[in-house]
């Protein structure tokens, strides 16, 4: 009876301690999600041998607990250290910081600015780049006493205005999006979303940017001056276009293109005496325009179902059942637009052949193949249409202008005559 007894107030002491253990461990789940600490345990009485009886604590935990006195009547399983979860995190749910490419390479405290500015996706920079370069190649042939070097020059501060102001877009895009990037699934790990940069810091970094972007533009003549500051209310405004619009890649067209003008007074033709010029560049800047609309409706198609939650407008969405059409369209008009602008600056048949010949190629082929439904394929021919057709329409322009700088022309006319 008093074996019973005694075994019996074992037992209950037992279970007060299995008990306990499962109150610390729900408390420390929540600060300490991570820990792995199985909770199954199970207490037995042994089997009666001879004149004793004795109690186990058996527990699939690795982690047991031990009372604080151990004595006759019992025994326990012995203790092992506490296992940590070694898993990596969920890129799908959790940031990952990038491993490879360029930004892998930086400071840790610069990774969220890097990131801010897109510097480990260049396309956007070329996309901004391409439409200075157009200019400043068509106007390259109006100019008088222009050489290659000076050409070269200007096309390389174009290019690094271009690095800057589209890490500025950017900035500012995400400053305004900043509380719709986190509903999207390609935005929610920027760096204004996901909390690693605040508000104030993006806004100090940008205007860093916009002072540097200024420096760049105070190298050209000073007419740029006058023509490049228009541009930049509409680089702010354009994440507004989204909230107002079905068609914010039209506002992102006026801005993206508006490099189409700068070639000209950057090598000192004067659009307001030159009326060629003027027709040149206007037509340019249209074309870009609609290029720039094309490219960005086959962009947003990748996030028209995270822009359905949102509440966010976009052209995709607007003829997401008659997309190629209009594709088809706004690759028509791109065109034509640019054979108007070679027409008016007197280009010969190296442009049509090389700039408008290459449009229509890879235009074509774009349209054609790009899937729509799939956010990979808009992604590659987002990227990869960029170096297709903009490429192409320079080395027609780079031609054209080698034909005229050498005389390639005159000799040609010289010979009919002969």
Known sequence: MLLSTSSNRLFRRAQLLHCCRHTYSSIGSRYHSRLSIPLAGQLTPAKSTGS??????HTANPLAIIPRHTGQGYSTATTTPIATDSMEPNPVTHYTPPQTGLIASLPKS???YAELVRLDKPTGTYYLFFPTLFSTLLAAPMATGVAPLQVLGTVGLFFTGALIMRGAGCAINDLWDRNLDPHVERTKFRPIARGALSPK???LFTGSQLLAGLGVLLQFP???LWYGIPSLPIVVIYPLAKRVTNYPQ???????SWGAIMGFPALGVDLLANHDAMMAAAALYTSCISWA??????????DIKDDVAAGIKSIALRHEHNTKAVLTGLAVAQVSLLGAAGLA?????????????????TLGLMIWKVQLKSVSSCWWWFKNGCLLTGGGISLGLLGEYAAQYYGLYDKEELAKLE
């Open 293 to 302: 609309v094309l490219y960005d409706m086959i962009y947003a198609h990748m």
């Open 222 to 224: 000073s007419q740029c």
């Open 52 to 57: 004793s009886s004795t109690l186990h604590l």
């Open 345 to 361: 600056a007197g280009c010969g048949p190296v442009f049509f052949a090389g700039s408008c010949g290459s449009a229509i190629l």
């Open 250 to 256: 039209a506002v992102l067209g006026l801005a993206f």
């Open 110 to 112: 610069w990774i969220p």
């Open 201 to 203: 810091n993006a806004i």
